[in-house]
Structures are given as C-alpha cells and as structure tokens.
C-alpha cells in the first residue's frame, strides 16, 4: 500500500445519490502529475472517479479511488465568431456554463444546472432540452490509464450518440479524461427554444427575444420545477435511458396507449419517454423504505436518506420488470453500476 494515500475513506461526499460506502484508498489529484503518477502507482485496482453524478455505488470499493480535481478555464482562442475555451476536467459542470453565460459564450445555455463535472461530460454525452454536449464539443485531453501518456480526442473520434460515447465503447476503462475544449459562439449565438418547455417557460416570464441568460433561467426554472436539487435529496438525474423501439412495434402499443408521448429516433425507429412508462405502472412517487420513485419525474430515483445502493438497485430492477410486463419494453440503466 502507498502510504501517501488516504485509508478507509467515506464516499458520502463524492456522489449526489449520498451513498455511504467506503474507499481503501483516496487520492484526490489536482495536476495531470498527480494523475500520472497515481494511475501508475504500484497498487493493484484503481476506480476513478469524476463528479459522482452519474453512478450507483452498491459496495465497498477496494481500489486506489482517484478523485479527478483537476481545474481552470482558459480562453485558448476567440474571433468574432466562436471562442475556444479549455475547461479543466474537475470544474463542476454548472459553473463552467455560468460562466459561459457570464462571458456571453453561447452554446451551453440550455444544458444549466445538470450536476456533475466536466470531465465525464462526454463519456456520456449529456443532453438538454434540444441541446447535447456534442453540439459544443471541440476535443478533449485524456489520459492513458496503463502509460499516463495524454492523448487528444476531436469530435469525429469520439463517436457520440445518445448517452452514448467511445469512453463508453470500446475505450472503456482505457482513458481518464482530463480537460475538454468546447467552440463556444461569440457572437450570432443559435438559441434552441424548441423545446417545448422552454417557450412555454419563456413566455409565463413574459420575454419574446431571449438571449443566452434568458434561456438559462428557464432551462434552471424547469428543472428545479421536476428535477430534485441532489443537494437536498440524494439522485442521479434520470435513471434509466428512454428506450427506442421499432416503429410497428409502437404502431401496436400506441393503439392500446393512444396517448403515449413519442419522438422520431432515426429511420423506423422510434423513443419513449421511460418517465411516462414508469408512470404508468403507477409508479410515481413509490417508495420502499428510503428507495423511491421521484414525485415529479419517474425517471429519476431519489435516497430519501439512508438507502443503501443495494436497495436502490433492487428498486431499479423492480421497475424494469414492471415496465417489461406491463409493455414489453426493456429500459436500460443510464447510471452506472458499480
Ligand atoms: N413523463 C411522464 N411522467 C414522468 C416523466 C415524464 O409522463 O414522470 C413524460 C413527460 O410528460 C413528457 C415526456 O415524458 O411527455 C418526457 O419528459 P421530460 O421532458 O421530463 O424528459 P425525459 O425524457 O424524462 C430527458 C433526459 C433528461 C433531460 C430531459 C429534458 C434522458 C434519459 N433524460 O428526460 O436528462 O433533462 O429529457 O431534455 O434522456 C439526465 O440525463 O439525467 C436528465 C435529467
């Protein structure tokens, strides 16, 4: 063991469902040196870990825990069209689009108030109200797990989807991301007030010409309407993904659900809303002990304070089956399991 580490630590802290499970060790880097050098420590299971918005821990990790703390922002190029703007991996999402917003960068406004960092940001290519972090996405600087070696990703080399990326893929537990760039507009920003949300939000606040500051208060004003604060009640933003399913398979459970919501999801191919879904198993708002099914958002479990991750992962299963049994449907996990 490396005695420079921390033993025995709690993970309360590091992860927004609040789960109390422990660390063998911790390390929380702030330098790509310490990064290096605690990847390539003579410990044998190291498990990173970024903002802990998105992961359900459900046992003891023994493991080198590393803690990716690295910081800053930094203008690296700017026209009067677009900046670029480098973003350190352990700057909390949400204040790096504030401060987009500050300094009139457009592009991220509509993704305001998503909890985590920035550096797993791409991993799962996070998404908002019409906008997703590929839309934005310029490269990121990623660390080699087994050499320490950096490596840059572009765009094309990141194969992004839905909730979906190549650090997911086959450069799974291959690379720690350490910084991302983004191509922010500087001028001629491209509002998305597609969303329907948005515009209703938008016009009950009275506003006909939003701009980037305008757009980010509605987008905060829906999600604090749905979405809890993982501050005050422990979550993981939605749960599972929404599901895509065949498009005659839809035919067939839309004349049993005529209401059911839905979106194109590409040729013959159809999303929908896992929300709905759970809600129609009369799930909403359940709980078992202090597992639950948020009131507002079926998609989105909630620790109503000392659930355990077992116990939310057992509600989780149960959900799904319900979900199967009552449409057939399989929804997947969006968090991560560990
Ligand atoms: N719905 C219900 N009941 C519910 C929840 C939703 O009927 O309990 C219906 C809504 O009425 C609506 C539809 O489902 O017709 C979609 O709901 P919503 O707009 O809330 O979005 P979502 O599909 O549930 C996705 C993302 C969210 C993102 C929102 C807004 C996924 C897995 N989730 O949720 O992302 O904020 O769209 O763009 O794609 C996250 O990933 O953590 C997250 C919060």
Redesign the pocket.
Known sequence: MDKGYSKNISLKPYNTFGIDVRASQFVSVTTADELRKALLADIPRKFILGGGS?MLLTRNIEALVIHIGLKGIEITEKNDQYALVKVGAGENWHQFVQWAIAHDLGGVENLSL?PGNTGTAPVQN?????VELKDVFHSCEAMEISTGHLKTFYLEDCAFG??DSVFKRHLKDQYVITSVTFELTTTHHLLHTG?G?ISSELEKAGIAKPGIREISKAVIAI?ES??PDPAKLGN???F???PVIGESRFRQLQADYPEM?HYPAGTGLIKV????L??QCGL?GYRKGDAGVHK?????LVNYGNATGAELYDLSCYIQDQVRNKFGITIEA?VNIF
């Open positions: 998105n998503i996070i998404g908002a109200y019409g839905y909730r969303y949300a999600r749905k979405l993981s933003g939605s599972f993904k929404n919501p809303p896992a929300g709905w759970i809600e909403k507002n958002q079926a998609l989105v969006e």
